[in-house]
């Protein structure tokens, strides 16, 4: 039974870690291509090149670009924050920190998002996924030496949390959006919305760092990011929550920092402090605990126990 169990979901699985992979590998190019580039000139023109892409796809799955009146203000918002405004927190806050510590602090977006939906009060968060946030939150700190005497926190890693928090804006914005309208339109018209944002502050970047000047490796790096970590992973990831759910999908998300890491040792050179690697494994074990055993009230299990050993 759990062969059979497995052999079906294994392709599914096999799946994820190829999104996990290249996520991770590319939060280490795009470090590579920003060393070299101007960061705002190579996004421009990453996105400039990706939006035809978005509506050709459109176009191949049939979907629509059409909704309605009372989404425009969402739409306009979920464009900024997950494509435009978030861009520039992104590749700035790369620009100025280190691929590890970027995909690290990227992955704290699950705990904005919950933050936001306890604000807007639309949904209960309970105190299991409370706890997951607080050690994930005590593995940054760690990370970024707060309690090795020394602390390591960059601009960069400050945009880089403005990002996550950002990015968890969209999340929530998807969540009220994504009932409504075919996945493909949405993303299409949401990159389409963040593009037009990037392109202001891209155009001058362009022209200051015009692509001519480019090296070749820049050239490698742009080819792998404007088609695989969009075009050839969400249909992957999307539909692997449809196969096996969004909460054990979320669990593949954690790898993303650890291939980052590997991957930046022989790309990048980089080493890393004891407390950087122990600050990593805390935060992702607390992100961990969020997404498993968030919909756990502890004050529940506790009192639960407490009837087993009386009876």
Known sequence: MMRAIVEKRLPTYLGLLYVVFVWGLNTVLVKIAVSHVNALAFTALRFSTMA????????????????ERRDWLLLLASGACGFGIYQYFWVIGLAHTTAFASSLLGSSTPIFTMLYLVALRWERVRSARWIGAGIAMLGIAVFEGAFAGHATFRSGDALTMLAAMTFAGFNVISAKLAPRYHPVALLAATLLIGTAMILPAGIPALIADPPTLWPSVVWEVFAFAVIFPIVLTYPVWSTGIAKIGAARVALFSFLVPIV?????????????????????AISLLGLAIATLLGHLSVAEVWAQRAGDIEH
């Open 52 to 67: 035809p892409l978005a509506l050709l796809w459109v176009r191949i799955s049939g979907a629509r670009l059409t909704f």
């Open 260 to 280: 980052s890491g590997v991957l930046s040792v022989p790309l990048l050179h980089a080493h890393f402090a004891p407390h950087q690697l122990v600050g990593a």
